[in-house]
């Protein structure tokens, strides 16, 4: 029999999930039975985003953790296990960008968005794995991009090599975590409809299925990995593109 997409008694933290996609990942996660902690820089948002989903009747609490501040961000991991005892799914999703044209793109804009798109993924998921090596069982998802496999695409360089390396971080992290039943994938959503996006009006000529993505299908996608439903998945980019990278 295959797996269910129920995560009833499971521990889900999801970064940059106070809006957006972030947002739609958590919800998703707390609509199947997880326990979710919605991890933001801004924590004005993400107690909005608590309020908003404990109305619903989703478990969820609201914490602040800036994943570029590394000591403060695995404390806060630190704090969450040792009030749940243990950490079941770690989705990896904050991140940002900067300047589009190579020409203006500053030392401190590369060094920003690397510390926060692979320096902080990679430090936090650190965090995680040793409660889940010792629980021998965890998933982790990483949140990646079309521009980390094809190059930039109405996106600045330093953004589409932090997503390159993503991509890369989630299949040397699959090959470390196997052998303790840790399971790492990564989505690598296209152009996705976003309070951004609706602003930038872009041109979806080029895209076979000639719209932009909804948060909430990158939502159904990690729920479906982070399920026991992709149980014998890990190192996998799911791409989620509406056919602009086929391969």
């Given at each position: ?120 993924p990679f430090f ?39 997503k390159g390396g ?82």
């Open positions: 029999m295959g797996g269910t997409m129920e995560l009833n008694h499971q521990v889900a933290v999801v970064t940059g999930a106070a809006q957006g996609i972030g947002k739609a990942i958590a919800g998703k996660l707390a609509e199947a039975g997880a326990k979710t902690y919605i991890l933001d820089y801004n924590l004005e948002a993400a107690k909005q985003t608590e309020t908003e989903f404990r109305a619903a009747g989703l478990s969820c609490t609201a914490v602040r953790c800036d994943v570029s501040d590394i000591p403060a961000a695995q404390a806060v991991i630190a704090d969450i296990v040792e009030r749940e005892g243990q950490i079941h799914i770690l989705v990896n999703n904050a991140g940002i960008t900067c300047k589009a044209d190579p020409l203006e793109v500053s030392e401190a804009d590369w060094d920003r968005v690397f510390q926060v798109n692979l320096r902080g936090l998921t650190q965090a995680v794995l040793g409660n889940m090596v010792r629980h021998r069982c965890g998933s982790i998802v990483n949140i990646a991009s079309i521009s980390g496999e094809r190059g930039g695409y109405f996106a600045a360089v330093p953004y589409s090599c932090s993503v991509i890369t971080l989630t299949k040397s992290l699959a090959l470390y975590g196997g052998k303790y039943g840790i399971r790492v994938n990564g989505v690598a959503p296209g152009l996705i409809r976003t309070a951004m996006a609706d602003q930038l009006q872009f041109n979806t000529d080029d895209i076979p299925l000639g719209r932009l993505g909804e948060a909430e299908e990158v939502a159904s996608a990690v729920l479906f990995l982070a399920s026991s439903q992709s149980a014998y998945m890990t190192g996998v980019i799911l791409d989620l593109n509406g056919g602009q990278l086929m391969r």
